[in-house]
């Protein structure tokens, strides 16, 4: 059974608010890498189940950038982002 400590991070990136600005934090090669997404506009996800994917949108001062990755990834979760306030 998976425990709540991994899938709470995963879930968490849900729920963020329409009204913050945020930062993408990401492991690359071993290497936690920090970069401005703007302020989130919205969430969904696309599939079910093992395939289900996940799609975030921010705005950067009229720039569009989004986020596609797996919705629940490997057990360790070093592929998946997080996201924190600015």
């Known amino acids: ?7 709470k991070p995963r879930i968490d990136r849900l729920n963020l608010d329409t009204k ?3 930062y993408q934090i990401k ?3 071993g290497t ?3 970069t401005y997404m ?3 506009v ?10 289900m994917t ?7 001062s009229g720039i569009l950038n989004r986020v596609d990755e797996e919705m629940w ?3 360790d979760g070093s592929k998946l982002s997080y996201f924190i306030e600015a």
């Not at 919205?42 to 395939?51: A, E, K, L, Q, T």
């Not at 996940?54 to 950067?60: G, I």
């Open 73 to 75: 990834g490997s057990l």
């Open 20 to 22: 913050k600005a945020y």
């Open 54 to 60: 996940l799609h975030l949108e921010f705005n950067d």
């Open 42 to 51: 919205r969430v969904y996800r696309m599939g079910s189940g093992d395939g």
């Open 38 to 40: 703007g302020k989130f």
């Open 1 to 7: 059974m998976i425990s709540m400590d991994i899938l």
């Open 32 to 34: 936690l890498v920090k």
């Open 27 to 29: 492991n690359v090669n």
